[in-house]
Nanobody, 120 residues
């Protein structure tokens, strides 16, 4: 089994910064894509950013230029540096990962989420 555990959420004023971290553990042979999603109050979960094993990144237009995703393949971690935060960034942020097992079969895992609240 695989677990993803996020950390780093909290309350911040608009214009501030937060760094989210996510660590994967368990039966991991390798991890392909890792990413972040978020779900704001009364909204559906939406894509934020993704990073491939090779380090290629992609961002939602709403966060481009403000958020930076990074990963450490040796530690099976993915981070999200969030700068110039806006009240509309308020959401529960979820980490996800495509994890390969010893049979080289990939499964998609989600973390439990971490709350980010941006006050105006």
């Amino acid at each position: 089994q695989v677990q993803l555990v996020e950390s780093g959420g909290g309350l911040v004023q608009a214009g501030g910064s937060l760094r989210l971290s996510c660590a994967a553990s368990g039966s991991i042979f390798g991890i392909n894509n890792m990413g972040w999603y978020r779900q704001g109050p009364g909204k559906q979960r939406e894509y934020v950013a993704i990073i491939t094993r090779g380090g290629s990144t992609n961002y939602a237009d709403s966060v481009k230029g403000r958020f930076t995703i990074s990963r450490d393949n040796a530690k099976n971690t993915v981070d999200l540096q969030m700068n110039s935060l806006k009240p509309e960034d308020t959401a529960v942020y979820y980490c996800n990962a495509d994890v390969r097992n010893l049979m080289d079969v990939s499964y998609h895992y989600w973390g439990q989420g971490t709350q980010v609240t941006v006050s105006s």
